[in-house]
């Protein structure tokens, strides 16, 4: 299978130097990635910032060869993105060409509206409040599901607290028309380990206890390979 894998945070710029993000890590991205190189699956891993190259490059240090390039069974090409639009416009480059869209990375709700951001560098007064204006970022999964083929395949991620789990995202799972989703808690995010629910839109629902985000993500490739 073609795996396309999206990773990290996105960052919204403010001006030259502030922005707008969150606290992930890009550990989960990176994992099913790898996961999915393991599997002898072709992958496409889009990373948004923060999540450094000499990480990219200790993830696969067991399979041989550079990145981005091609590997004996398998193959791995990286691309980097900050912002919403940058993911959006690789999301709409590469997902044609792959089977499987793992929406791992967290994508911001809002962003400033496009040619409002100053690359300049403004000193602001201290001891004044600031307002910003923002919009809402556009929704990646349903702009890929709009185009996605019949013999494609896209798994969302779900992050609520736990006492909301299951049906929030039994309900983004309906309202996202994906294929499967995984439900995790808030904790989960910059963790090293996740708890989480697989829910798939035939019915299916399976628990996962506890564990590092490297065995879940073996896992979740299985999950995948089954849709």
Request: with cysteine.
């Amino acid at each position: 299978m073609r795996f396309l894998v999206t990773a990290g945070p996105t960052r919204e710029p403010i001006d030259a130097v502030r922005f707008i993000s969150n606290r992930s890590s890009g550990k989960m991205g990176l994992a099913i990635a790898q996961a999915g190189l393991a599997g002898g699956h072709e992958v496409t891993l889009l990373h948004g910032p923060g999540v450094l190259p000499g990480e990219f490059e200790q993830t696969f240090a067991k399979f041989p060869g550079e990145l981005p390039g091609e590997l004996p069974g398998a193959g791995v090409q990286c691309a980097g993105f900050e912002t919403t639009r940058q993911l959006h416009a690789l999301l709409e480059k590469y997902w044609p060409n792959h089977d499987c869209l793992v929406m791992a990375a967290a994508v911001a709700d809002y962003q400033m509206p496009l040619g409002s951001v100053d690359a300049s560098l403004k000193k602001l007064p201290r001891g004044k409040g600031l307002t910003l204006t923002l919009e809402p970022t556009e929704d990646l999964v349903a702009a890929m599901v709009k185009i996605k083929r019949a013999d494609q395949r896209i798994v969302a991620f779900a992050l609520e607290e736990a006492k909301n789990l299951q049906g929030r995202a039994l309900k983004k799972l309906k309202r996202k028309d994906v294929d499967a989703i995984v439900a995790n808690p808030l904790q989960t995010m910059n963790a090293d380990i996740i708890e989480a629910l697989w829910l798939t839109a035939d019915g299916g629902c399976q628990s996962f206890a506890s564990q590092s985000k490297e065995d879940f993500a073996t896992q979740l490739i299985a999950c995948c390979e089954k849709l």
